[in-house]
């Protein structure tokens, strides 16, 4: 019977090393040392031997068994710390890890060179114009008539200026200059605003053209105001954007509202004078329109010439960005090509 108890113990050892999870273990625990298990059953016989065999035998199958307890126990321990770590392992999640990349937004030139404008000429005491005094669609009267522009001037053909179908002279407005009627027409003097906003134009669309583009228009009326004025005011708006050393100058001009009228130029950025295709060859380029306000237009408005005067400008948006930072196609500004963009 002892060695019944030893070959069982044995195999039950040779089970033991051959585990390898936490349910192996309890499978030998059970076919081993559960009531119905081997060991019972051999130990049934117990009552059939001598008292003396009894002693040594009952005490021999209660040693293994504990033995067999205790290497079921330590095995059983280290499985399921190594179950307990692999899961832990499994689980694990790596604060150490750097989040999602998620790209941010960037304000676009346009909104950007905008801003910077309209700051530098809030600083110089113009406020920006409520939008109802600055409408889109726009009618001719405001964008034409009113503005001393003559009824055969070829602005106002279709091929250079969007008619609303049928709806008789209203028009994409083709300049902000109307936003000077809707101003003086609200208010009185002194005057001294700005109005940022689109304008549309019927153009064949190329490097230099696109038939929408952004302008600031300004107006300044007030007692007194002269022609010194106009050019302090805009030299030092063209000095803060442009930055002092880029020579600059202010050429005779025509525009139908003013009168005298003026374009300022600064120098070419691409061949610093020298003259070359963007510039035509004159090594200027042209950045605003301006002058004194017409004394048709201020008559127009009821305001009286003789005790007011004014003047007005106006710049395209694009045309600064684009002789700011070297952009030699206006497309670029529409396209919403991500890599243009996030030049910037
Ligand atoms: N409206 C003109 C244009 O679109 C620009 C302009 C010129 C505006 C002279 C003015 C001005 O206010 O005085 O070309």
Redesign the pocket.
Known sequence: MKTQLENIYNSAKADISNAHTISDIDEIRLKYLSRKGEFNSIKKGLKDLSDEDKRTVGAFANQITEELENLLKEKHDSFYQKELNEKLQKDRIDITLSGKYIPQGKVHPLTSTTEEIVTIFQNMGFSVVSPELSPEVETEYYNFDMLNVPKDHPARDVQDTFYVKDMDGVVLR????GA?IHIMENQKPPIKVIAPGR?YRNENINARKNNFFH?I???YVDKGITFGDLKGDLNEFIRLYFGSTRPTRFRSSF?P??EP?AEVDVQCIMCQGKGCRTCSGTGWLEV????M?DVNVLRGVGIDPDVYTG??????VERLAMLKYAIDDIRLFFNNDKRFLEQF
């Open positions: 083709s300049q902000t200059s000077q304008v302008q228009e300004g107006l525009f509202f003013t009228s605003l329109g301006c002058g306000v003047f007005a400008f106006g710049m395209g």
